[in-house]
């Protein structure tokens, strides 16, 4: 009977969790091709294998279900390798994985980083994908939702960080 008990939890344990919200990650290459037909901003989120603030931003912040389902509901949301080795094509150009030395790294990485390999960076675009900003380093959810919404909103373009920090409500528990 107790076995009955213990699989009928794990159960309903495992359903709980295969039904919170997870961020609809795409490839640039799909997110550019979805935005030509229906606009929305970008969040691209540039980590690497082998960083471990990348894994625990993955863990702490886009794994929040709260975060996870602002995210697909506002943005085109892309997880690019920094490190990648496909080809990605975007406007004209073909950005490929290179190394020097020890280095490697993707060019288009490196362009939307100005050549600054931090990793993660978070990385939005607007919706004629012009960059907007990048913010290197790990994000807590409760500093993630702020950056969400002063994007999402469009405050950026007539209210200052400070202003809208101090007026922000926040959705998380």
Request: charged share 30%; hydrophobic share 35%.
């Amino acid at each position: 009977m107790k076995k009955i008990y213990l699989l009928i939890f794990l159960l309903g344990f495992m359903l709980t969790i295969n039904a919170q919200e997870r961020v609809n990650w795409l490839t640039f290459e799909k997110a550019i091709e979805l935005n030509k037909e229906n606009p929305k901003p970008i969040l691209i989120d540039i980590y690497t294998d082998w960083c471990g603030f990348c894994k625990k931003m993955d863990i702490n912040t886009y794994s929040n279900t709260i975060i996870a389902k602002y995210i697909n509901d506002h943005f085109y949301a892309i997880k690019l390798d920094g490190e990648g080795k496909e080809d990605i094509n975007y406007k004209g150009y073909t950005f490929k994985y290179n190394k020097q030395g020890n280095t490697e790294y993707h060019e288009l990485s490196v362009t939307l980083m100005n050549g600054k390999l931090s990793y993660p960076t978070t990385v939005f675009m607007n919706e004629k994908e012009e960059l907007l900003q990048k913010i290197p380093g790990y994000l807590t959810p409760e500093r993630f939702e702020k950056i969400l919404a002063y994007f999402k909103t469009k405050s950026y373009k007539d209210k200052d960080w400070v202003d809208f920090e101090k007026s922000f409500k926040s959705n998380l528990k």
